[in-house]
């Protein structure tokens, strides 16, 4: 079920995060009750092993837009994270148990520095950052989310892939115990996803741990995830427990569950219908009844920082 803020609320008043948390989160977690706090005292990515716990240390990063975010509540209700479920109110209501810690990380393929990692001493060595983007979901509906990750090409260029890395693989965890949707066969798993490695070293991309400044929700992909803008949502890999360095192009899920209507590239075109829906327009969750739709901009409005990289790509073959 898509929880909806009525439209009439002005959106001074919409920022109602810390009390859904209080009310969700906090009280069925008992988390933060004598939770230690958490201060900065040296450079680098903190992230308090608690759910929902405010992230330290989080500067504002570039390319932020300016328009009305989406509701704590709508960006943390309305998923997609088939593990948990096919249906947008699934992960909320699924992933409350899953256990984000303790978690590892393993590092593969073509790089000078490989391995596993604990979760935080793979993100220890960059900064976080927030960056409030426009998503753009395959299924024409759109959000606004102010992130918090580490951006993606400082991570690449610290595990300093050879020249025989021409792409990067992500694949989420893969627990039947934890992931009840794991327990069906509605996509090949584990979830897979990737990047070329201009893509991927490209400044835009982020791994986000954390939403609205606090550590990001189970459902939203905890700890770690993928965020491209420019690309329909589902390259936003959640649940990350491995990324390797390839010279051949990586399987993607809902490439292999469906390849003549979610292609490697998946970049927002306007122009480029998806066979069974049209992809110029786009509802913007949370923008109230009678809103009406948007026009979807190409590359998500994002062009200027991604257009070259396709300069001699032909996007309708290669959507
Ligand atoms: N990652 C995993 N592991 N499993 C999924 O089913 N769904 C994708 C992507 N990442 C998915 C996933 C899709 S289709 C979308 S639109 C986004 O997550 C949704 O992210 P959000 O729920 O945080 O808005």
């Not at 439209?7 to 109602?16: F, K, L, Q, Y």
Request: proline letters at 8%.
């Amino acid at each position: 079920m898509l929880i909806k803020k009525p439209a009439d609320i002005p959106p001074s008043e919409i920022t109602s995060e810390t009390n859904f948390l209080n009310r969700r989160d906090f009280l069925r977690s008992g988390a933060l009750a004598g939770g230690a706090l958490v201060t900065t005292t040296a450079a680098g990515a903190l992230v308090p092993d608690q759910r929902g716990a405010q992230l330290p240390g989080v500067t504002p990063g570039p390319f932020s837009t300016s328009e009305t975010q989406t509701s704590y509540e709508d960006i943390t209700t309305y998923n997609n994270y088939y593990e948990f479920g096919t249906n947008k109110a699934d992960p909320f209501a699924n992933a409350q148990d899953f256990k984000p810690r303790p978690w590892t990380i393993s590092v593969e393929g073509h790089a000078d520095k490989t391995g596993t990692f604990d979760f935080e001493d793979f993100i220890k060595p960059f900064d976080l950052e927030e960056r409030i983007y426009r998503m753009r979901c395959v299924e024409a509906w759109s959000m606004v989310i102010p992130w918090v990750g580490i951006p993606l090409a400082d991570v690449v260029k610290y595990f300093a892939p050879t020249s025989k890395a021409r792409f990067v693989a992500f694949e989420t965890l893969n627990d039947p115990e934890q992931m009840p949707g794991v327990r069906r066969p509605n996509l090949d798993w584990p979830y897979r996803e990737g990047l070329t490695i201009a893509e991927a070293t490209n400044p835009l991309p982020l791994l986000a741990v954390g939403i609205y400044g606090r550590a990001i929700p189970n459902q939203n992909g905890a700890p770690i995830r993928l965020v491209v803008p420019w690309k329909y949502g589902f390259k936003g890999i959640k649940g990350i427990v491995k990324i390797s360095f390839t010279s051949t192009r990586p399987q993607t899920s809902w490439n292999m569950a469906a390849p003549r209507e979610y292609g490697f590239y998946a970049n927002v075109n306007p122009q480029v219908d998806h066979p069974r829906w049209s992809q110029a327009r786009e509802r913007r969750i949370g923008s109230g009844l009678f809103a009406g739709k948007q026009e979807t901009l190409m590359f998500n409005g994002y062009g200027e920082h991604v257009a070259h990289l396709y300069k001699d790509l032909n996007l309708r073959r290669n959507f």
